[in-house]
């Protein structure tokens, strides 16, 4: 049930990542509630991720994410924020699959006039 229950915000790969976890936790051959991360039994919750039981993966996630809606989308001022290079957010944001939608979303904001001329 605690499978069900989870919201899975980073889809498969979350979800690969908490039955690798129970996995390695269970000592038998049946894994059991306690061997997942998420649900009742133990922590708080952070917008869906459980505390604890979250990887660092999900928590920096988070993190680069929440300080990037707070900026405004600036990966300037989160970079400063977070104390990480742009060049990592933007790695992250690529890996997360958010590049692609940024570009998309400033491609739909400029207009003809303000696209560089292409040769």
């Given at each position: 049930?605690?499978?069900?229950?989870?919201?899975?915000?980073?889809?498969?790969?979350?979800?690969?990542?908490?039955?690798?976890?129970?996995?390695?936790?269970?000592?038998?051959?049946?894994?059991?509630?306690?061997?997942?991360?998420?649900?009742?039994?133990?922590?708080?919750?952070?917008?869906?991720?459980?505390?604890?039981?979250?990887?660092?993966?999900?928590?920096?996630?988070?993190?680069?994410?929440?300080?990037?809606?707070?900026?405004?989308?600036?990966?300037?001022r989160?970079?400063?924020?977070?104390?990480?290079?742009?060049?990592?957010?933007?790695y992250?944001?690529?890996?997360?699959?958010?590049?692609?939608?940024?570009?998309?979303?400033?491609?739909?904001?400029?207009?003809?006039?303000?696209?560089?001329?292409?040769?």
């Amino acid at each position: 049930m605690k499978l069900r229950g989870h919201r899975w915000p980073g889809n498969v790969r979350e979800l690969e990542n908490a039955i690798e976890r129970a996995v390695v936790l269970c000592e038998g051959s049946k894994i059991d509630e306690e061997h997942l991360p998420y649900g009742a039994s133990g922590g708080s919750t952070l917008d869906g991720i459980a505390i604890p039981g979250a990887t660092m993966a999900e928590l920096e996630k988070h993190a680069i994410i929440k300080t990037l809606e707070a900026m405004d989308g600036s990966t300037v001022r989160a970079a400063e924020l977070l104390d990480i290079s742009v060049r990592t957010i933007q790695y992250r944001l690529h890996e997360y699959g958010f590049a692609k939608e940024r570009e998309r979303a400033g491609e739909r904001a400029a207009s003809p006039s303000q696209r560089p001329p292409t040769k």
